[in-house]
């Protein structure tokens, strides 16, 4: 069973990170991640509940320099 993400855990995760937009209205969002280093992360919020998909959010853990999804979903559920 993959693990899923809705758009609202992605969007306070990268507000934990402090990750804002680099342009005004963008969806490219830059900041430091959990690692310390500058990161980038493209993520186009529509709403809270929508889930994210499997391969969108595989995407996402990647660029915010976490292994896998299962590691992002650990640091989410201690973390948040």
Known sequence: ???RFSQK???R???HFRM???K???NLYGGIGPDGLWR???FDYHKGRDMVATGTADVIAKSLGFR???HM???IEKNL
């Open 9 to 11: 855990d992605i969007k």
């Open 24 to 26: 005004k209205g963008g």
């Open 13 to 15: 995760l990268l507000r």
């Open 40 to 42: 980038t992360c493209k």
């Open 73 to 75: 979903k650990e640091y």
């Open 68 to 70: 896998n999804v299962q």
């Open 1 to 3: 069973m993959p693990i």
């Open 20 to 22: 804002e937009p680099l």
